[in-house]
C-alpha cells in the first residue's frame, strides 16, 4: 500500500479534461512539502510532468497542470489526446520515514 | 547527449548479489545527487536509495536497508548499487535516477533524468 493513494484508473475522451488526485497526510503532502507527477508511457522511463507542485519543464505541454491544497494534489490534463494515454505517478517527499521519496500507486488513464 | 544508461540486471537466486551501474554522459554528474528507484512487473514506482554528489551521505529504504549499498566514482561518472542476500520481492525494473538539485546541499526529492532500467529477476 503506497503513502499516497491515487485513483488506479480515470479515462476520457479526445478533447476532454480530466484530473487525478493524490492524497497524502500530515507528513507529506500536508507538511508542506511538494508534490511532483511523472508520466511512465507504456515500456518507457518515467518522464518528469510537473514539479514543485505545479511546475513544468521545458518541453511539457500546458495542457499539464498540478495544483495542490491541504493534503491533497491534483494534475490536470486538458484537451486529451491519444498520446496522453500512460500511467501518472505522484510522488512527495516523507518525514516520518526513512526512505522518504514517496510515490503513489499510480493511476492509469485511457483515452476512450 | 545527457543519458543515464543503466547496466547489471539479470537472473539471481535467492541469497544471491548482484551489482547494478549506471553510467552518466551529457552533464556534470559530480554536481547531482542520484537515486535509485524500482518498479516491480505491473506495479508502482518505489524509491529505493540515493546519494549525495560527493558520495558522502546515503540514505535507503527500510525494504533494502543492510542489504543494498548505494556508492558513486565521479572519476568514472558512474553510480552503483550493489544488492546483497536478494529476496524474490526484489524482482524489479531498477532506475537511475538524477535528483534535480545540482550543486546544493540537499536534495530536492524530484528527479528530472531518468535511465532506461535493468531488469533484475532473483528466482531459483
Known amino acids: 500500500q503506497s503513502v499516497l493513494t491515487q485513483p488506479p484508473s480515470v479515462s476520457g475522451a479526445p478533447g476532454q479534461r480530466v484530473t487525478i488526485s493524490c492524497t497524502g497526510s500530515?507528513?507529506?503532502?500536508?507538511?508542506?512539502?511538494?508534490v511532483h507527477w511523472y508520466q511512465q508511457l507504456p515500456g518507457t522511463a518515467p518522464k518528469l510532468l510537473i514539479y514543485?507542485?505545479?511546475n513544468r519543464p521545458s518541453g511539457v505541454p500546458d495542457r499539464f497542470s498540478g495544483s495542490k491544497s491541504g493534503t491533497s494534489a491534483s494534475l490536470a490534463i486538458t484537451g486529451l489526446q491519444a498520446e496522453d494515454e500512460a500511467d501518472y505517478y505522484c510522488q512527495s517527499y516523507d518525514s516520518s520515514l526513512s526512505g522518504p521519496g514517496v510515490f503513489g500507486g499510480g493511476t492509469k488513464l485511457t483515452v476512450l | 547527449e545527457v543519458q543515464l544508461v543503466e547496466s547489471g540486471g539479470g537472473l539471481v537466486q535467492p541469497g544471491g548479489s548482484l551489482r547494478l551501474s549506471c553510467a552518466a554522459s551529457g552533464f556534470t554528474f559530480s554536481s547531482y545527487w542520484m537515486h535509485w528507484v524500482r518498479q516491480a512487473p505491473g506495479k508502482g514506482l518505489v524509491w529505493v536509495s540515493r546519494i549525495n554528489s560527493d558520495g558522502s551521505s546515503t540514505s535507503y529504504a527500510d525494504s533494502v536497508k543492510g542489504r543494498f549499498t548505494i556508492s558513486r566514482d565521479n572519476a568514472k561518472n558512474t553510480l552503483y548499487l550493489q544488492m546483497n542476500s536478494l529476496r524474490a520481492e526484489d524482482t524489479a525494473v531498477y532506475y537511475c535516477?538524477?535528483?534535480?538539485?545540482?550543486?546544493?546541499?540537499?536534495?530536492?526529492?524530484?528527479?528530472?533524468?531518468w535511465g532506461r532500467g535493468t531488469l533484475v529477476t532473483v528466482s531459483s
Open positions: 514543485g507542485n505545479s
Open positions: 500530515s507528513s507529506n503532502i500536508g507538511a508542506g512539502y511538494d
Open positions: 535516477a538524477r535528483d534535480s538539485a545540482q550543486w546544493l546541499g540537499a536534495p530536492l526529492w524530484y528527479f528530472d533524468l
